[in-house]
């Protein structure tokens, strides 16, 4: 069935299109909406797009880094600023898909994908967005609870903080197929360190919930105290608080949980 | 529906068609311009078997938008031989026993191209890297791998 492609030179006009629509559907990367329309998807009838030059800007130079919506997980993945998120990207599709697949579209994608927005969610990020109603931000969390209600609205960038150091920000992705795959599980780990001790604590999983989630009760077994083998023995015996993961093709909802608590502790000792 | 009009650079070539809202570049390349070489396998972005170079970069035409490659050069293995010649990823693949039913090898090839293009002296990590978004289901991989490695040495060498 064909569909109406509806192209604007900014995103503003974009998004008043998109608000206005609700069968209309953001196209970024492609790899969701096509896909969607490759399976007929009759729910999409118009596909909004934008050429906005704003949607694809980088700026990695300040401690706040901010990724525009359209940025492809290549393109983070050439900026040598940005290493700290080029594990999460890495772990994503093969070329082809890293090239095409972009940073806002994934805070869209649903389970056995969606990695790189686990990542953003330890980092605590914010999430630009424009609807109607015009332009605000959005803490990760929140928009990641009412993601079935924002396909109404265009984001714009995300942004978060860069973690002090290599080691304050951790990422692991099991996966069936490497080095591509859908995930079984993906975790991320943002341990600020002060004064020996954790401070501020972020923990988020992948897979392990319809959308991606914090493990607060992980953050509340590491907080204040020094990453020693009890922390993370207690840490990991509290992976599965708050999760409820689902049986797919690549895992059942049992093995997430069983394994879930033995790649935290990997994660947090610095085990490969 | 109105029918959008597109031009683009097919494999060098100037093309002009008129696409339907919402058809992707496989289509185009396969049923309006008759370039068979991008296969259709998965329709999700899983198999590789669609992959095309895009102003010389890796993409899956199946979740290309067509109308978004206008004013873009497209390449497909369609223009990867030289005149009568094979490229020499092409020999190499034949040399290897890198093809057997076939149906991936248009997306290993453009794959490999794309790798090679940019590094032109691989590492065997880099290759895996390279065609870890392509499956095939016949060869276990090995001799692509291989294929790809020797046309690598043997463009260093020429």
């Known amino acids: 069935m064909a569909v109406t492609v509806k192209t604007f030179a900014n995103a503003s006009e974009a998004a008043g299109a998109l608000s206005s629509d609700r069968s209309a559907r953001y196209l970024g990367g492609g790899t969701l909406v096509m896909r969607a329309l490759n399976e007929g998807d009759v729910s999409i009838s118009t596909i909004v797009r934008a050429r906005d030059q704003a949607l694809t800007r980088i700026d990695a130079s300040s401690p706040r880094i901010t990724l525009g919506a359209g940025v492809t997980f290549a393109r983070v993945l050439a900026e040598r600023d940005l290493a700290f998120l080029h594990a999460p990207a890495r772990s994503i599709g093969g070329p082809a898909v890293r090239n095409m697949g972009t940073v806002g579209g994934n805070l869209f994608a649903p389970n056995p994908y969606g990695d790189f927005t686990v990542a953003l969610l330890a980092l605590d990020a914010t999430i630009a967005v424009q609807g109607g109603f015009g332009s605000r931000d959005i803490p990760i969390e929140e928009f990641l609870q009412g993601r079935e209600r924002q396909a109404g609205t265009l984001v714009l960038s995300v942004s978060c903080t860069r973690p002090a150091s290599s080691e304050a920000f951790r990422y692991r992705k099991i996966a069936r197929i490497k080095p591509k795959g859908g995930s079984v599980i993906t975790l991320a780990a943002h341990l600020p360190v002060s004064g020996g001790r954790i401070a501020g604590a972020r923990i988020a999983l992948g897979s392990m919930a319809p959308t991606q989630i914090r493990a607060r009760a992980v953050e509340r077994a590491l907080e204040g105290r020094s990453l020693d083998a009890a922390t993370i023995a207690a840490a990991a015996s509290a992976a599965t608080e708050g999760t409820s993961p689902s049986d797919n093709a690549l895992g059942s909802a049992w093995y997430r949980r069983e394994i879930v608590g033995v790649h935290l502790r990997r994660l947090l000792s610095g085990q490969e | 529906m109105t029918k959008i009009p597109l031009q683009f650079r097919h494999n060098g070539r100037d093309v002009a068609i008129f696409v339907d809202g919402g058809t992707n570049l496989l289509v185009a390349l396969r049923e309006l311009i008759g370039d068979m070489t991008p296969k259709f396998g998965c329709g999700q972005g899983g198999c590789g078997t669609c992959s095309v170079l895009i102003d010389g970069e890796l993409h899956l035409s199946c979740l290309t938008l067509a109308e978004t490659v206008a004013g873009r050069s497209v390449e497909t293995l369609d223009g990867m031989k030289q005149g009568p010649n094979l490229h020499p990823l092409q020999r190499a693949f034949a040399d290897n026993f890198a093809a057997q039913c076939g149906y991936c090898t248009p997306g290993m090839l453009m794959a490999a191209k794309a790798l090679l293009d940019r590094n032109p ?36 060498s020429a």
């Open chain 2, 121 to 156: 002296a691989p590492s065997r990590a880099d290759v895996i890297e390279a065609i870890s978004g392509n499956i095939c289901r016949c060869t276990g991989y090995e001799p692509i791998i291989n294929a790809i490695l020797a046309a690598a040495g043997g463009r260093a």
